[in-house]
């Protein structure tokens, strides 16, 4: 969100192509409860930072994790809850959309892996996957 001329920001906002993104509401919430770490990382003032925000949500197609499936819900917690019970919403979002779970949370990223979820990025790996499906065209 700070900075789009990186990788992430690169993946976001060049991407409309090869990918579409999805998140649930609660990574609005996530992103307002670490308000100050991103205003002192990215060195932004408020205002700016809020400009940054509304240009990352252009991006983003925001699901409701109250409309997920109560199954699909039950089957996330049982894959996260020794990882982060905190990203049960993403796997399910994730699983509900039959897609790719992008993380840049090294805990998640490897404990999925462990578990055999196949469709688990860092930002490395959807790099990538983005390169690999723009050389198929």
Known sequence: ???????????????????????????????????????????????????????LYEQIYFINQQVLNQEILLKAEKIVKDIDPDDTFFVALTLSFDGGLWTGDKNLYKGLKEKEFQEVYNTHDLWEKRKELENRD
């Open 1 to 55: 969100m700070v900075n789009s001329n990186g990788k992430i920001g690169d993946l976001i906002f060049n991407s409309k192509e090869t990918f579409e993104f999805y998140g649930c509401e609660f990574l609005k919430t996530e992103i307002i409860k670490h308000w100050e770490k991103l205003r002192s990382a990215s060195k932004l003032s408020d205002h700016e930072l809020t400009i940054a925000k509304e240009k």
